[in-house]
């Protein structure tokens, strides 16, 4: 039954993964028509509104109420594709528009007249752009929106009234260091939030401010400045990356009420070992554990499940097979689910030397790759 919820965290995983290539491989209108050259690539990056480039505008379309500044394929009457354009701000969005293509522009700001009509919308990409700010009633009239892409932007807080609608929201590499303590409350649908690389710290986090999100599987808050583990991360949590902050300790018993936590991604952070509590990853539904690059001077415990240990570039002086051993001798080594399932386990880049201890190679029989 455990191995089965791992399995199911891993196919979500793949769901996830597969989701997020399909909208990668979103059918785009090709070719493109002579008009709509990139800017040259070696300019440099213009600082001032003066400086950015001439709007690029699109060649006629069949629809009167295509921007300008934008393409609008007639195989695709659902899809506005206005990326690319030096725009500066976001046009008039025809109402039967359900996907709308708005990265690597100039746009500033965000305001609620462009999407007045636009109540159909079902995803938008606005990354890399240098939006500041967007007008609070923006999506309030976007009750279908399922994706929203703002990344690689400057937002100083996470937008507010975002529709409940949402189940992808990806806010990284923006200087997020507010977060209003309701921002997520209303979002049941959300099933990834990605907010790394922001200026995230522990007082920006209210004590619910993840609570309510009860269909979350994958949460990233890696590379802010995080100095402890985010309180109430929903159980549904598949994927925690927590990767590049400045944790240095876990609570005991944190991830006792995940029932799918499945990856659990911890690298460049300050742990040591007294920051482990002992058991705190016995996790039965785990497969992947990332601790490299921390100040871990043992091998911490773990569950037989787990598939994946990343222990590298720690302080680890001696590994000790029989302590870390997930099944004792008077299980029945014959049941196949009593032997552990390590299959990969990395130890570079700590104190150790090979041979590899004879214990571990007994215990771990199914460890086929491990780097000293
Ligand atoms: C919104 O749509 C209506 C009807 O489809 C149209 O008459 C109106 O001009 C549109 N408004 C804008 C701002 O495009
Ligand atoms: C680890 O957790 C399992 C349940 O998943 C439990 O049976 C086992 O006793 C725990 N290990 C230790 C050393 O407490
Ligand atoms: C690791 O811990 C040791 C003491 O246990 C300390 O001297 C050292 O500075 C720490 N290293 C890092 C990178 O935090
Ligand atoms: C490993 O740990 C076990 C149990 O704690 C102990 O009996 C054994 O001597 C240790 N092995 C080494 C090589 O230190």
Known sequence: MKAELGYCSLLLLLLLIIDVWAQQARPRPRPKPPTTRKPPKKEPEPKEPTDFPPVILGPPSSFPDCPRECLCPPSFPNALYCENRNLRKVPIIPSRTHYLYLQNNYIDSVTAQSFNNATELKWINLGN???RSIEKQVFEK??????????????????????ASLEQLRLSRNQISKIAPGAFNKMKHLILLDLHHNLISDSNLAKNTFRDLKNLVQLNLAHNILRKMPANIPNSVSQLFLDRNIIEDIPQGYFKDFTNLAFIR??????????????????STLLDLHLAHNNLTTVPLFNSHLEHLHLNNNNIETINGTEICPFTVSEDVHDPDSVPRLRYLRLDGNHLTPPIPLDI????????????
């Not at 911890?266 to 996790?283: A, E, I, Q, S």
């Open 361 to 372: 190679i007994m215990c771990f029989r199914h460890l086929h790759s491990i780097v000293i």
């Open 129 to 131: 752009n240098r939006i």
């Open 142 to 163: 976007l009750p279908n929106l399922l994706h929203l892409y703002i990344p690689r932007n400057k937002l100083k807080e996470v937008p507010s009234n975002l529709p």
């Open 266 to 283: 911890l690298n460049y952070n300050h742990l040591t070992d007294k920051g482990l509590p002992k058991l705190v990853f016995n996790v």
